[in-house]
């Protein structure tokens, strides 16, 4: 298995604009995880589905931050309008089990850069 | 203020020493506590996890250690490597399914 697979690896974009970002995660993996990871902050949960259900959605910043996950191998998480400080790598990790202790195995990352 | 706290923020070591980096948790009530080593560049890899009844857990050259009347949490490195320059995670998950992240001690092995 190629393991979570993010796309894509960097994003550069300028403040106001729409970003993207997707993910697939491990086949047959049931729970899937958005992560935004700063120096000053760490590594925050944002959202987390299990199912390709929302479970909770109580770390996403604000409503310029929105995630779909449509069906079990594929998820996005948007943001609209971009700005700097949203400028952090992003992290999807998926597991297996509903139980949000057990292991996620997370993706590369996406660096995201909003100028 | 954070639920989970890691110390130290930042350690340098020689190759071949051994170090211990430490987590003090509050959350409650506990289920697990999970050690992640994260890669400059790359997503963090779990390396141990601990419940509730255990008190220590080796991967390799990695040992961690529970004491969950304290609500502490130690990760242990013998012989240390170039390759275990990274940052060290500690996750804390509580029964209601909540997760509280430390802010990761950066650990530098020098030769």
């Known amino acids: 298995d190629a393991g979570v697979i993010q796309s894509p690896r960097h994003e550069v974009t300028e403040m106001g604009q729409e970003v993207t970002l997707r993910c697939k995660p491990i086949?047959?993996?049931?729970?899937l995880f958005w992560y935004r990871q700063t120096m000053m902050r760490g590594l925050e949960l944002l959202i987390y589905?299990?199912?390709?259900?929302?479970?909770?959605d109580s770390g996403m910043p604000e409503d310029r931050f929105s995630a779909k996950m449509p069906n079990a191998s594929f998820s996005t998480l948007k943001i609209q309008p971009s700005e700097p400080r949203d400028s952090a790598v992003y992290f999807c990790?998926?597991?297996?089990?509903?139980?949000?202790?057990?292991?996620?195995?997370f993706g590369q990352g996406t660096r995201l850069t909003v100028v | 203020k954070n639920q989970v706290e890691q110390s130290p923020q930042s350690l340098i070591i020689l190759e071949g020493k051994n170090c211990t980096l430490q987590c003090n948790y509050t959350v409650s009530p506990f289920s697990n506590l999970r050690w992640y080593k994260q890669d400059t560049g790359r997503g963090p890899v779990s390396l141990t996890i601990m419940t509730f009844s255990e008190n220590t857990k080796s991967n390799g050259r990695y040992t961690a250690t529970l004491d969950a009347d304290t609500k502490q949490s130690s990760l242990h490195i013998t012989a240390s490597q170039l390759s275990d320059s990274a940052s060290y995670i500690c996750?804390?998950?509580?029964?209601?399914?909540?997760?509280?992240f430390g802010a990761g001690t950066r650990l530098t092995v020098k030769p």
């Open positions: 589905f299990n199912n390709n259900v929302p479970i909770d």
């Open positions: 990790a998926s597991s297996l089990g509903s139980v949000r202790g057990t292991e996620a195995f």
């Open positions: 086949s047959g993996h049931n729970s």
């Open positions: 996750v804390v998950s509580a029964n209601n399914n909540d997760m509280r």
